[in-house]
């Protein structure tokens, strides 16, 4: 046992990729890993899932390049595309595929010269309005793209939902309309490549959107996208899905304690009984938000315990009760397969993207497999 793990399974890893196998049997599946996975150690879910899918999508060329260096050969694509500043001749020197967004990237590939012509996907703004070429100038842009020397034929062509997770809200059916449209008004339909639409939500949520190739991020982390109240569709497990990581660290002090009494930073929290404390090796170093409400639970030999007091940097607080039998050295679990991270995500008020994503390099990946 050591103190601040992050528990990475593998096994539920490869079970959830076989699910969207299943979920979607006509699709490739291109597996998201900006975020260092998030925070399940990108080299290592791309070394365990390289055979298993089609693609890694990644949010900066800096983590294309890092997975190139550890020997991943796999397709990856740039899901923002290159950067004002960055160098685009190591696009193809080492074999990556780019978003296409903005006029000013087919400006830059319009002058590139390249060996062999570069996979890119052409991203089309449905609704989103962040990144991707508007509806009414996207037919010329496409061909502006397509008429490149260094772009190779077909091109992919992508769009992203902003509302998939809210099941019955009528904007995603709006964005699959406006990105079919936009298919359907291509000059040459033999310059259309594959298209690209659902991330996790829409995966599970929007059957009609799988289309050639899926971009599952969480759901591929076994956690749902879903609000926590959708009662079939609140956790991963609901959804057929492993939860892959499990938080988790050790007790280092149990402690008694009077009523009366408070404990930590600024005294927050006051015993209303005479107890018994544990005190965790977690902290907000480790990735533990520092702003979670008093009374999130964690878990030690089975049992749920609320934290008390401050979150530190290096500790966390516990109640254990009066009449506790834990002890130093026990085991305690922040999240993982039987304290869903959804469950602490909607309690905190937080996302479970950003819980599993927050976590810091001191707190140590360890993988079971
Ligand atoms: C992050 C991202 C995804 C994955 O999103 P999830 O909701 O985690 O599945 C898919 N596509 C694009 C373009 C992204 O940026």
Redesign the pocket.
């Known amino acids: 046992m050591s103190v601040a793990t992050v528990e990475v399974d593998v096994a539920a890893l490869l079970h959830n990729v076989n699910c969207f196998k299943r979920q979607a049997p006509h699709s490739q599946i291109w597996a998201?890993i900006?975020a260092n996975a998030y925070g399940h150690g990108k080299t290592e879910v791309a070394r365990f899932l390289q055979k298993q899918v089609d693609g890694f999508?990644v949010?900066r060329l800096s983590e294309a390049l890092e997975l190139r260096s550890v020997g991943i050969i796999a397709p990856i694509l740039l899901?923002e595309g290159f950067f004002p500043d960055e160098d685009i001749t190591l696009l193809e020197r080492y074999s990556l595929q780019t978003m296409i967004h903005s006029p000013e990237q087919i400006e830059r590939l319009r002058e590139l010269k390249t060996s062999y012509p570069l996979n890119v996907w052409f991203k089309l703004d449905s609704g989103m309005h962040r990144l991707g070429f508007r509806p009414e100038q996207a037919r010329h842009y496409f061909n502006l793209l397509a008429a490149c020397p260094s772009v190779a034929k077909p091109i992919n062509i992508a769009s992203?939902f902003c509302c998939a997770d809210e099941l019955d809200n009528p904007y995603t059916t709006a964005q699959i309309q406006v990105f079919d449209d936009f298919i359907a008004a291509i000059d040459d339909p033999a310059l259309v490549g594959l298209q690209s639409l659902c991330?996790?939500?829409g995966l599970f949520g929007w059957q009609t959107a799988h289309r050639d190739i899926v971009?599952?991020?969480?759901?591929l982390y076994g956690i749902s996208?879903f609000d926590y109240q959708i009662k079939d569709k609140a956790t991963g497990a609901a959804l057929g899905l492993l939860p892959v990581m499990t938080l988790k660290s050790m007790l280092i002090a149990v402690r008694d304690h009077k009523q009366g009494e408070g404990v930590g930073y600024g005294q927050t929290w006051r015993s209303p009984r005479d107890t018994r404390l544990g005190v965790i090796a977690m902290g907000y170093g480790d990735g533990y938000p520092r702003g979670v409400p008093a009374d999130i639970p964690v878990m030690i030999n089975g049992q749920l315990l609320p934290i008390v007091g401050r979150i530190a940097m290096d500790m966390i607080v516990v109640d254990l009760g009066p009449d506790t039998s834990a002890q130093i050295g026990d085991e305690v679990i922040f999240w993982g397969p039987d304290l869903p991270v959804e469950k602490i995500a909607a309690l905190s008020g937080m996302s479970a993207y950003e819980l599993v994503v927050h976590l810091t390099s001191r707190a140590k990946l360890v993988y079971k497999f």
């Open positions: 998201i900006k999508g949010a899901l992203h991330a996790s939500s971009r599952p991020g969480l759901v996208p």
